[in-house]
């Protein structure tokens, strides 16, 4: 990732994603939790269990952001947390998470003067499955590919 920090520090980051956290956590009564969507309780549960901010519910998983800028990944399958999660995943969780927590776009790598735009999507970061928006899996969601982007591809686990 990259080291722009245009709020400010990382202590800034830092407690604006423990905010993010901790309205989650807060943002529905325990008495209520079992009659949330599977993955709204999931979400919460790797917030409050891992002081995780959620940023892409998967399939077969979730990948979080801690405040220290780390990633987690819950296994739904192993009900177990991961803390290996590629950069490749890194990049599009946050791809994801930014629509809903704008404040860290300043984790996305910066546009190089050697990116171009992705073909796939037109430089959109997504893509029309039926009548959806998918994130784009060639660019990661950003939009523009470059040889940075490319390299980290060759990865495909979470």
């Known amino acids: 990732m990259t080291n722009k920090t245009a709020m400010g520090s990382k202590e800034e980051l830092k407690k604006v994603?423990?905010?993010?956290?901790?309205?989650?956590?807060?943002?529905v009564e325990k008495e209520k939790i079992n009659e949330l969507p599977i993955g709204t309780q999931v979400a919460i549960m790797v917030a409050s269990k891992y002081n995780a901010l959620p940023l892409y519910l998967g399939w077969g998983g979730d990948?979080?952001?801690?405040?220290?800028?780390?990633?987690?990944?819950?296994?739904?399958?192993?009900?177990v947390c991961r803390y290996d999660?590629?950069?490749?995943?890194?990049?599009?969780?946050?791809?994801?998470?930014?629509?809903?927590?704008p404040e860290l776009k300043?984790?996305?790598?910066?546009?190089?003067?050697?990116?171009?735009?992705?073909?796939?999507?037109?430089?959109?970061?997504?893509?029309?499955?039926?009548?959806?928006?998918?994130?784009?899996?060639?660019?990661?969601?950003?939009g523009w590919l470059d040889d940075f982007i490319l390299s980290i591809k060759q990865s495909n686990k979470y």
């Open 17 to 27: 994603i423990q905010k993010y956290i901790k309205e989650m956590i807060s943002s």
């Open 63 to 79: 990948i979080a952001i801690r405040p220290d800028c780390s990633f987690i990944y819950w296994d739904d399958e192993n009900q």
């Open 85 to 101: 999660v590629s950069l490749e995943w890194q990049i599009r969780s946050l791809s994801r998470g930014t629509e809903k927590y």
């Open 106 to 142: 300043v984790l996305l790598p910066s546009r190089s003067d050697f990116a171009k735009d992705c073909q796939l999507c037109g430089g959109k970061g997504k893509i029309f499955l039926i009548k959806y928006p998918e994130f784009c899996g060639q660019c990661l969601g950003l």
